[in-house]
């Protein structure tokens, strides 16, 4: 068990200097994720990663199952940089309006990670949405583009989340252009200090081509 200022699967977004939604000062306790509860290849087929993991093909959601509500889907054959998944990030689903992903769990804490590239577009710009997770803002006016530095580049970001209701859900609201998003995943974590809802850590990370090592830095106590 590690003792972090503010959780396991932030440590980059530390070192990066990225926003992170919780209170100043406030430690949690947090095990490392023990479980991959589900993966999915958002708009494309099952695929077994790298690093070993099946990921599941995209399916419409259903009473205590998973998936997508609404949405299309769009692929395409060029490389992706920064990656060795192409496969993850050649597929992607999109809404021309507010989209949902859906996932029924039991209630407990959960990272969610979120895999994107630019598919489309050439230029930053051209496409931003927000996200919610579990009805926080977890991503706000996201340029996929931008954020990955370029056309077919991966970006991923993580979070966690606290699941109260036996629903996970993943909303992709529109800002310019179709929200989207090209694979998922949903890893379980043992929050050994609990997080009330309203203080639910929602931790963005860059996951591009590296992930950078240092000592974690304790935040300083809010007066």
Request: with cysteine.
């Amino acid at each position: 068990m590690r003792r972090l200022g503010l959780c396991a699967l932030v440590l980059a977004a530390i070192i990066a200097g990225c926003a992170i939604g919780v209170a100043v000062g406030q430690s949690i306790n947090v095990k490392a994720a023990s479980e991959i509860v589900i993966a999915v290849n958002s708009g494309g087929g099952s695929y077994v990663g790298a690093d070993g993991i099946l990921w599941g093909q995209d399916r419409p959601w259903s009473a205590g199952q998973w998936g997508y509500i609404g949405g299309q889907s769009y692929q395409t054959g060029q490389s992706i940089a920064g990656t060795n998944d192409d496969a993850l990030y050649q597929n992607e689903r999109y809404w021309t309006g507010s989209g949902l992903y859906r996932f029924d769990l039991p209630n407990g804490s959960y990272s969610v990670t979120l895999k994107f590239a630019e598919l489309y577009y050439s230029t930053a710009g051209r496409r931003s949405f927000d996200v919610k997770i579990e009805g926080i803002v977890a991503l706000s006016r996201f340029d996929v583009y931008q954020s990955a530095g370029g056309k077919y580049r991966a970006v991923d970001r993580t979070f966690v989340a606290a699941v109260i209701d036996g629903h996970l859900d993943i909303e992709f609201l529109p800002v310019l252009g179709a929200p989207k998003v090209n694979a998922i995943q949903v890893q379980s974590v043992e929050m050994v200090t609990p997080i009330p809802p309203t203080l639910t850590p929602i931790c963005s990370c860059v996951c591009v081509t590296q992930t950078p090592t240092a000592t974690p830095v304790a935040l300083p106590t809010a007066t």
